[in-house]
């Protein structure tokens, strides 16, 4: 072997490592933000499902009642919470202080979001034709259901803890 092609080996495998860790970093990344799509989209699965359990009972007769604790529930939620924005709001009964101080300023702004979840991390949907008796209505969800039963009044959808 010549000399110069002695030298310039070692720069080969230096070139090899930084290539191989971009490989490994770029990888990471994707692999996390695939993830974060995935969190995202059981958010909206589960919302989905919810929904669908208030479109059965307001399908159904009156006086029917359809239960939601066979939902699965998110990975990462440990309470979920439903509003009444035409009730008076006593958010003494959400364990979770930033949930309920995120749900009192949302609330008093104006917004239609009446589902919230606490975990890991703050999120909200909406879901129509929910009545509650007393507002908000709170499940810790540790057990690994929501357990709320929703009944029909022939008017409208109540939602009440089981």
Known sequence: MKRGQILGQ?????FYIIVAVLVLLIGAKWIAGV???GDSVEYSVFI???????????SDNY?????ANS???PSGIDEICIIDHSLEQDFSSVLDETLATYM???SSHGSSDNVYFSGDELSYGFI????????PL???????????????NGTEIIARLI
């Open 104 to 106: 009192n300023i949302t």
């Open 128 to 135: 129509p034709l929910l009545v509650l008796e007393s507002s």
């Open 71 to 73: 939902i699965s529930i």
């Open 63 to 67: 006086g029917s009642v359809v239960y």
């Open 10 to 14: 070692p720069f080969i495998y230096l």
């Open 35 to 37: 993830i974060d799509s």
């Open 138 to 152: 709170c499940d810790v969800t540790f057990d690994g259901s929501f357990d709320v039963k929703f009944f029909n």
């Open 48 to 58: 989905s499902d919810l929904e669908g359990k208030v479109d059965q009972v307001y």
